[in-house]
C-alpha cells in the first residue's frame, strides 16, 4: 500500500525559504508520477510541481515558476519541495501526491488525476 508522509512545514517570513519532504513507501515509484499541491482556506486544491520519478522531468505552476524546485531523492525515496522567496500568499496546507505515470508526455496537473495523497503540512508566510 503507497504512503506518502509529508514533513518540513511551519511559520516563516516573507522572502524566506523553507523545505518540505514527502517520505514514498509501499511501491517501487521508478513509474510513478510524484506532485505537490496545495490548498488555502476557502480555495481549492492546487497544482503546484510535479515530478517524473524515471527521468526527473519536472514541471510547475506559473505562480512558483522560478522559486519553488521539487528534487528527489532515489536511494531515500524522497521527493521535496523547495521554496525560495516565500510570499504570504504561498500560505496554504501542502501535499504530496503520486500517481503511476502513462504513456505520453503530459503532466497531471489535476488533483483528481492523482490517486494517492499524504495528510498535508501547514505553511503560513508572515507578511
Known amino acids: 500500500q503507497v504512503q506518502l508522509v509529508e514533513s518540513g512545514g511551519g511559520l516563516v517570513q516573507a522572502g524566506d525559504s523553507l523545505r518540505l519532504s514527502c517520505a514514498a513507501s509501499g511501491r517501487t515509484f521508478s513509474s510513478y508520477v510524484m506532485g505537490w499541491f496545495r490548498q488555502a482556506p476557502g480555495k481549492e486544491r492546487e497544482f503546484v510541481a510535479a515530478i517524473r520519478w524515471s527521468g526527473g522531468w519536472t514541471h510547475y505552476a506559473d505562480s512558483v515558476k522560478g522559486r519553488f524546485t521539487i528534487p528527489r531523492d532515489n536511494a531515500g525515496n524522497t521527493v521535496d519541495l523547495r521554496m525560495n522567496s516565500l510570499k504570504p500568499e504561498d500560505t496554504a496546507v501542502y501535499y504530496c501526491?503520486?500517481?503511476?505515470?502513462?504513456?505520453?508526455?503530459?503532466?497531471?496537473?489535476?488533483?483528481?488525476?492523482?490517486?494517492?495523497w499524504g495528510q498535508g503540512t501547514q505553511v503560513t508566510v508572515s507578511s
Open positions: 501526491a503520486a500517481r503511476r505515470s502513462s504513456l505520453g508526455s503530459r503532466w497531471y496537473t489535476g488533483a483528481d488525476e492523482y490517486d494517492y
